[in-house]
């Protein structure tokens, strides 16, 4: 696996209660639904993440508002020059995901700068025990997914958001 990848690949989880020109794949639905697919095929399977083992998982179900989430964040990221889970104005992927509108009682996101794929971004993913965690986490439910992408080479962030939607009366 690339150095470079291994390097900006990070993950978190978390329990809780403007497009720009520059962002060329920012979220086109055959990107997004390609993590997705390859998501869930892991998902399907056993799988060691670390010294942690995952029972084979249900498939994640797409939700419009962790894709807002994602996209939000990566083109804030893209914009801003940054890589990070805190968001420029402080939030975390907890903040985000709820500012989009998905109520829920467990997040998690990763996020990548550099894979020029989705096969490499969700590869490099396995093979991280933090963001292989979340993909397997039978925990989360719904996904969310998001590209964006700027004018020089590398310059790829992808954001992938989890939720686990809060209990009906929670909402």
């Given at each position: 696996?690339?150095?470079?990848?291994?390097?900006?690949?990070?993950?978190v989880?978390?329990?809780?209660?403007?497009?720009?020109t520059?962002?060329?794949?920012a979220?086109?639905p055959?990107?997004r639904a390609?993590?997705?697919?390859?998501?869930?095929?892991?998902?399907?399977?056993?799988?060691?993440?670390?010294s942690?083992r995952?029972?084979?998982?249900?498939?994640?179900?797409?939700s419009?508002?962790?894709?807002?989430a994602?996209a939000g964040?990566a083109r804030?990221?893209?914009?801003?020059k940054?890589?990070?889970?805190?968001?420029?104005?402080?939030s975390?992927?907890?903040?985000r995901?709820?500012?989009?509108?998905?109520k829920?009682?467990l997040t998690g996101?990763?996020?990548?700068l550099g894979?020029?794929?989705?096969?490499?971004v969700?590869d490099?993913?396995?093979?991280?025990?933090?963001?292989?965690?979340?993909?397997?986490d039978?925990?989360f439910q719904d996904?969310?997914?998001?590209?964006?992408s700027g004018?020089?080479?590398?310059?790829?962030?992808w954001?992938?958001?989890?939720?686990?939607?809060?209990p009906?009366g929670?909402h």
């Amino acid at each position: 696996m690339p150095v470079r990848l291994i390097a900006a690949l990070t993950a978190v989880a978390f329990t809780s209660a403007a497009c720009t020109t520059d962002a060329v794949a920012a979220s086109r639905p055959d990107t997004r639904a390609r993590v997705v697919e390859l998501v869930n095929i892991a998902r399907s399977h056993a799988r060691r993440c670390g010294s942690e083992r995952f029972a084979p998982a249900p498939a994640l179900n797409v939700s419009t508002k962790l894709n807002d989430a994602a996209a939000g964040h990566a083109r804030d990221m893209l914009k801003k020059k940054y890589f990070d889970h805190r968001g420029s104005d402080g939030s975390q992927p907890k903040d985000r995901v709820l500012r989009a509108g998905y109520k829920s009682r467990l997040t998690g996101e990763n996020i990548a700068l550099g894979p020029e794929s989705p096969e490499e971004v969700v590869d490099g993913w396995l093979d991280s025990p933090g963001h292989c965690a979340n993909i397997m986490d039978p925990r989360f439910q719904d996904i969310g997914v998001a590209v964006a992408s700027g004018k020089k080479r590398g310059q790829i962030y992808w954001v992938q958001n989890f939720g686990a939607p809060a209990p009906a009366g929670n909402h």
